[in-house]
């Protein structure tokens, strides 16, 4: 298994930009996809963005699609979120995830993630 760890959160203004990082011990990061997932105050989870286990594959929600960029170095066992172009509506608690690849649920729910890190706040001021 694996142990998600993010950072990287911050407060910036809106249009500002971020860099997610995500480092995840254990086995065989590669073998995992990896997800974000975030939470504004007072809304469910939500889905972000996955990138599979190779990177070869990318997958967006609407609402960040052309402003957020996810990408993996499995040489450190790390993910990433560049996150351009932030909007006060991108404030929320950034969750890193990592799914099996034997999990029959798509990427872009959460049952698919068995391991799950404690999240980094990500605050965009307008």
């Known amino acids: 298994q694996v142990q998600p760890v993010e950072s990287g959160g911050g407060l910036v203004q809106a249009g500002g930009s971020l860099r997610l990082s995500c480092a995840a011990s254990?086995?065989?990061?590669?073998?995992?996809?990896m997800g974000w997932f975030r939470q504004a105050p007072g809304k469910e989870r939500e889905f972000v963005a996955y990138?599979?286990?190779?990177?070869?594959?990318?997958y967006y929600a609407d609402s960040v699609k052309g402003r957020f960029t996810i990408s993996r170095d499995n040489a450190k066992d790390t993910v990433y979120l560049q996150m351009n172009s932030l909007k006060p509506d991108d404030t929320a608690l950034y969750y890193c995830?990592?799914?099996?690849?034997?999990?029959?649920?798509?990427?872009?729910?959460?049952?698919?993630?068995?391991?799950w890190g404690q999240g980094t706040q990500v605050t965009v001021s307008s």
């Open positions: 254990g086995r065989t990061f590669s073998s995992y996809t």
């Open positions: 995830a990592a799914r099996s690849y034997y999990n029959p649920y798509d990427p872009t729910l959460q049952q698919a993630y068995a391991y």
């Open positions: 990138i599979a286990r190779s990177g070869s594959t990318t």
